[in-house]
């Protein structure tokens, strides 16, 4: 291979791969917002499994009638099952933050959109749970009614039911709600400042 092969490789070569000291020092900046998501995400994964573990001692705690408690621990079962596949998904996303090193653009553009392809994965982490814990509320509420009133359960005039139905989709568009300030507050205005970092790349 003479001179002139040489260097038609190395201007075919991508330039994306190229990194000027101005371009590596900003790429870099973004390593500070990614820490703050690193953070919050290993916070959120030890809360995640202490909330799992607690709410199994939840017949104990509220001294469940006998009754309840097989048909309470099949849908915790369930539950702890969702929880398990979307935690283990988020446990992976963490592990590769952690392992990330911003030294060009491709990997802060990897990056950003896989920060961005895990916030909607949470979203759709608290939806799948957001039935079973308007069971789980249920269940408690009426246990701890029952034992102290002759309430029945599915005993209820027209106007109750439409009372219970519209708690229950109120209970669902509220938890849409705090889960979109939740994934914007935590991780939404860390990944906008990635995304501020990229946008300044593009405009060289």
Avoid at 62 to 83: G, N, Q, S
Wanted: hydrophobic share 45%; aromatic share 18%; glycine share 2%.
């Amino acid at each position: 291979m003479d001179f002139n092969d040489i260097q038609n490789a190395w201007n075919n070569d991508k330039s994306d791969n190229i990194v000027l000291p101005d371009d590596l020092e900003k790429i870099q900046s973004a390593n500070t917002p990614l820490d703050r998501i690193r953070k919050n995400l290993k916070s959120e994964l030890i809360a995640q499994g202490v909330s799992i573990v607690l709410i199994g001692f939840t017949p104990y705690i509220f001294h469940f009638e006998e009754k309840y408690i097989v048909p309470f621990f099949l849908l915790f079962a369930m539950f702890t099952a969702v929880c398990i596949y979307y935690l283990t998904k988020l446990y992976f996303f963490y592990k590769r933050l952690h392992n990330t090193a911003l030294k060009t653009k491709d990997n802060l553009y990897e990056t950003y959109f896989d920060i961005r392809l895990n916030m909607e994965l949470y979203k759709t982490f608290g939806f799948a749970l957001t039935p079973f814990m308007i069971v789980f509320l249920t269940v408690l509420i009426y246990d701890q009614t029952s034992k102290t009133t002759n309430f029945v359960m599915f005993d209820f005039s027209s106007t109750e039911i439409i009372g219970v139905f519209s708690a229950i989709l109120f209970s669902i568009l509220s938890m849409g709600l705090f889960l979109e300030w939740w994934v914007r507050f935590y991780y939404g205005k860390y990944a906008k400042e990635i995304k501020k970092v990229i946008d300044e790349l593009k405009e060289e």
